[in-house]
């Protein structure tokens, strides 16, 4: 009896019950395989009367293994004892090195390669149907052992353990590293390349000041030799100030481009989620819709899961939004198109920070560039103030010389300050989100232990597939907050290691 009622609730996954309500846009095509909605981050289009489907997302759930080379352009399906391989662009695939002729060439559209529908059958056998009306594929492929079952139906037929089927994995025609980012904003910056000019512009200015001085100056003397070594000074400032203001500029960059790199990692990560967030909804809305058909809940209970999945929908339509948001600010930084898209070849890896706080502080008043622009107008200041000359008339007073002096060491002091307190500040946010690592890798140890019991249960018939799903989902969801706090971390260790290039990251990224 206990096996019946497992039975009951496990036909959710299989059931196609709940087709018409999968949420689809008016003019999104809705593809179902083996009873259950998919959700792709690419929908299947119409190209010159020929249907394409993403190809992984299909493949995957009817059971076939899929491998993308970047390099060749070129898709490897392998299923039993079956293996297909498709050339981006091409309209020849290949099934155990024999041809086949494609209705259309391959394509990539958002991240995914499209295959005509008709492939599916040709390579794996499946029932596929297209309903013009509905626009609706149905695809099936209970030839070879799956079951799809009609609405609410009950069987006692054992199941096999349910893998998690994720349909957001994308190709990509490029990928993309964080330091050939950084190159390719560097290039295309056109902060760098006027910070460049004003080093060149300087240089001249300062070898013509340099003209008009005939010795160094120990103390106020010559009105006229004074005034031509002080211009002198304030040119020499100014060129090295712009050297150094060329150097932070690109630190800026680098700084800014790991922000937007890190982001767009999460943003690719909530999509992920949301997008197993929807099926865990629509499972619980064939269980609740099967267990009212069989006078075991009321309708209550189907429309709350319903308004769930509504809701979770709608979840990732913004998280696919917000990763476009995050590919063209990129983009836009590295000189792309704002349509481009790419794979991201680098992922921080976790390791424990252990920077001492105290060291760094020391560190970073040594070798700010914006502490020794402070400090360099702080020696020009006293130079005024030495070469002082009470009898030239019209001069600003002595006593408001004095003043200009204290004002420049009061704004080093001042810019010391803030980029200590940055330090310790961006030291104990690293800490705080090493804490809440550990946290959630202690969480994921009972979440991963939870998980196998689930699928152990279930192979006994002491579990259901909803259960397995969940307690799976939860170790995802675990491992992606991980990942996300991972590379916060990482965005804030260039910060601890440069803290000024925070502040120069808002003026390099405008272009």
């Known amino acids: 009896m206990k096996r019946f009622g497992v039975a009951v609730l496990s036909t959710l996954v299989l059931s196609s019950a709940f087709a018409s309500l999968a949420g689809a846009q008016p003019d999104d095509i809705k593809v179902i395989i083996n009873g259950v909605t998919q959700q792709y981050t690419q929908s299947p289009v119409v190209s010159q009367n020929t249907t394409l489907v993403p190809?992984?997302?299909?493949?995957?759930?009817?059971?076939?293994?899929?491998?993308?080379?970047?390099?060749?352009?070129?898709?490897?399906?392998?299923?039993n004892n079956d293996t297909l391989t498709l050339n981006v662009?091409?309209?020849?695939?290949?099934?155990?090195?024999?041809?086949?002729?494609?209705?259309?060439?391959?394509?990539?559209?958002?991240?995914?390669?499209?295959?005509?529908?008709?492939?599916?059958?040709?390579?794996?056998?499946?029932?596929?149907?297209?309903?013009?009306?509905?626009?609706?594929i149905t695809i099936s492929n209970q030839a070879d052992g799956s079951t799809t079952g009609e609405a609410n139906s009950l069987s006692s037929k054992p199941l096999t353990a349910p893998v998690t089927n994720v349909t957001y994995d994308t190709y990509y025609n490029d990928s993309l590293a964080y330091d050939d980012a950084v190159k390719l904003a560097i290039a295309d910056s056109t902060t760098v390349k006027t910070a460049?000019?004003?080093?060149?512009?300087?240089?001249?200015?300062?070898?013509?000041?340099?003209?008009?001085?005939?010795?160094?100056?120990?103390?106020?003397?010559?009105?006229?030799?004074?005034?031509?070594?002080?211009?002198?000074?304030?040119?020499?400032?100014?060129?090295?100030?712009a050297k150094k203001?060329?150097?932070?500029?690109?630190?800026?960059?680098?700084?800014?481009?790991?922000?937007?790199?890190?982001?767009?990692?999460?943003?690719?990560?909530?999509?992920?989620?949301?997008?197993?967030?929807?099926?865990?909804?629509?499972?619980?809305l064939k269980v609740a819709q099967i267990k009212r058909d069989n006078q075991m809940?009321?309708?209550?209970?189907?429309?709350?899961?319903?308004?769930?999945?509504?809701?979770?929908?709608?979840?990732?339509?913004?998280?696919?939004?917000?990763?476009?948001?995050?590919?063209?600010?990129?983009?836009?930084?590295?000189?792309?198109?704002?349509?481009?898209?790419?794979?991201?070849?680098?992922?921080?890896?976790?390791?424990?920070?252990?920077?001492?706080?105290e060291t760094k502080v020391s560190q970073v008043l040594t070798s700010s560039t914006a502490i020794w622009l402070s400090e360099q107008k702080v020696d020009l200041a006293e130079l005024s103030l030495k070469l002082y000359n009470f009898?030239?008339?019209?001069?600003t007073p002595y006593e408001a010389e004095q003043l200009n002096v204290e004002k420049a060491q009061y704004a080093t002091e001042g810019t010391k300050r803030q980029l200590e307190e940055a330090v310790r500040t961006i030291y104990n946010n690293i800490k705080a989100l090493e804490s809440q690592y550990s946290q959630i890798q202690a969480g994921l140890v009972s979440a991963r232990s939870a998980a196998d019991m689930a699928k152990k249960q279930f192979d006994v018939g002491l579990a259901t597939e909803l259960q397995v799903y969940e307690a799976n989902l939860k170790v995802t969801t675990a491992e992606q907050q991980a990942e996300d706090i991972v590379t916060n971390i990482d965005t804030l260790k260039l910060a601890f290691d440069k803290p000024w290039a925070m502040q120069g990251s808002s003026g390099a990224s405008a272009q």
């Open 391 to 395: 009898s030239t008339p019209g001069n």
């Open 89 to 136: 662009g091409s309209k020849l695939a290949y099934k155990n090195s024999n041809p086949v002729q494609l209705d259309a060439a391959t394509q990539i559209q958002k991240g995914q390669v499209l295959v005509p529908l008709r492939f599916v059958s040709q390579s794996l056998g499946a029932k596929v149907n297209w309903d013009q009306s509905t626009r609706t």
């Open 55 to 79: 190809l992984r997302g299909v493949f995957e759930s009817l059971g076939a293994k899929v491998d993308w080379d970047s390099k060749a352009k070129k898709v490897t399906a392998s299923k």
């Open 245 to 284: 203001n060329l150097d932070m500029t690109k630190e800026g960059i680098e700084y800014n481009v790991k922000d937007l790199y890190n982001k767009l990692l999460q943003k690719q990560n909530a999509v992920k989620l949301a997008a197993l967030n929807i099926e865990d909804a629509e499972r619980k």
């Open 297 to 357: 809940s009321s309708d209550y209970e189907v429309t709350q899961a319903t308004n769930q999945l509504t809701q979770n929908q709608a979840a990732l339509e913004k998280a696919k939004k917000d990763l476009d948001s995050a590919y063209v600010s990129l983009n836009q930084v590295i000189g792309y198109k704002p349509e481009q898209r790419y794979e991201l070849k680098d992922k921080p890896v976790y390791s424990e920070f252990k920077d001492n706080v």
């Open 196 to 241: 460049a000019t004003n080093i060149d512009q300087a240089g001249k200015i300062m070898k013509e000041a340099g003209k008009n001085i005939d010795f160094v100056p120990a103390e106020a003397g010559d009105e006229g030799q004074d005034k031509a070594f002080k211009g002198y000074a304030q040119t020499n400032l100014n060129y090295e100030a």
